[in-house]
């Protein structure tokens, strides 16, 4: 039976040592004298971000007696700490080392106030372990599962003595094993600070697939940053931050033209309405400052600001969508165009004389879409007499 638990406990360490390393570096090693018939507790060192279990060993030793071998030394001869064969020959080390007949009991408690009580009065009610049989030694892997990992990173082991009268000497000793994911600092609660700061993107509340832009946003962010970092940073560096994981979650979860189709709707509508310079500022506030414009972006505030006589602005535009999408010859007339109002017929000229053999798409010419502009911003109210110049070179 015993040989049995043994291998059932080698074969937990083997499967988890693919995912983490032993702590040696921050292991606890403690030796003290306990009086008979009395209590003790000896607090461990912190434990790691990450640890999601740990091995400990407790020895009782007469007077005069010494370990034959430290946990940690045993660990570190452990050729190979995936393989069941050598670690099932480390671990009976663990629980054969040298020990006296002097016997105790302990408990291990998560809490300081919680071990002072059974330093006080023996209680052991609220332990997240407890040993009631008497032992003169001992060697446990405890996990997560045993509770006693909820609130690191320290534990409490109280110990009593069952002697009647000699006084004992009591070695623990306690190596942390850290799970390399969990050791980036981010549980079921931490992600929720992640989740907050999703729902305060300015967009969120646009998206059609919430949930799974969520959990595309926090796997991006957790995966990049550690708690720690994330703890760490300023305000305006998780502002940053946000965003651009935010446009790549956008990207991941091909919701991106969604929510830009959305945003130009909502500039569309108010065209409509003649509410230009609310359409303007949206544009730029929401599409342009965000750098989530395209080249029709840069065009259809172009052709805003065309309608609202800001010629200047509209060349300026034009000229973006084009380096944008230079193939797009749309931008290229709409750009001749506010080179006319500009009273820039020379280059207005050259660009129609470079394109005016060719299709703006596969339905219309460049000289029959010309001539539409021209028609389009006589209804609106835009002088138009010097496009007589540019149509004589079309014909």
């Known amino acids: 039976m015993k040989k049995l638990l043994l ?7 083997s499967f988890a040592q693919k995912e983490g390393y032993w702590d040696k570096e921050r292991a606890t090693t403690k030796e003290v004298v306990l009086t008979a018939g009395k209590r003790i507790l000896l607090k461990t060192e912190a434990l790691p971000i990450g640890t999601t279990e740990f091995l400990f060993r407790i020895t009782l030793l007469d007077e005069g007696q010494k370990l034959t071998s430290s946990l940690v030394s045993v660990l570190k001869a452990i050729p190979d700490p995936t393989g069941i064969s050598q670690g099932t020959a480390g671990l009976i080390h663990l629980t054969s080392a040298i020990s006296g007949d002097d016997t105790c009991t302990y408990a291990i408690f998560q809490e300081a106030n919680l071990a002072n009580a059974f330093l006080k009065e023996g209680t052991t009610a609220k332990a997240c372990f407890e040993q009631k049989d008497k032992i003169n030694k001992e060697a446990r892997l405890l996990s997560s599962a045993s509770l006693c990992l909820t609130n690191i990173p320290h534990l409490w082991f109280g110990f009593e003595s069952q002697n009647w009268v000699m006084s004992q000497k009591i070695v623990l000793e306690v190596v942390p094993w850290v799970d390399y994911k969990a050791s980036r600092g981010w549980t079921k609660q931490t992600k929720h600070e992640i989740e907050k700061m ?3 993107l300015d967009f969120f509340d646009q998206l059609s697939k919430k949930e799974i832009f969520t959990g595309t946003y926090i796997k991006l962010f957790t995966d990049r940053f550690t708690y720690t970092e994330f703890t760490n940073m300023l305000a305006a560096e998780k502002a940053t931050i946000a965003t651009e994981i935010g446009l790549l979650a956008l990207k991941n979860t091909n919701q991106m033209n969604e929510l830009m189709e959305q945003k130009r709707k909502i500039a569309w509508d108010f065209y409509l309405k003649k509410e230009y310079q609310k359409a303007i500022t949206y544009i730029e506030k929401e599409i342009i400052e965000s750098n989530w414009a395209q080249a029709k972006d840069y065009s259809a505030l172009g052709d805003i600001y065309i ?34 109002f500009m009273n820039e017929i020379k280059a207005a000229k050259e660009i129609h004389l ?13 000289i029959d ?17 010097d496009f007589k110049k540019i149509l004589r070179i079309l014909e």
Do not use: P
């Open 7 to 13: 291998l059932l406990c080698m074969t937990q360490i």
């Open 369 to 385: 879409q010309a001539k539409l502009d021209i028609e389009f911003y006589r209804s609106k109210g835009l002088a138009v007499d």
């Open 354 to 366: 470079t394109y005016k053999n060719n299709n703006i798409d596969a339905k219309i010419s460049w």
């Open 307 to 340: 309608e609202t006589k800001q010629f200047f602005k509209a060349k300026d535009s034009y000229s973006k969508a084009i380096a944008l999408d230079a193939h797009q010859l749309w931008y290229q007339l709409k750009l001749a165009n506010t080179l006319v």
């Open 198 to 200: 999703c729902a305060r």
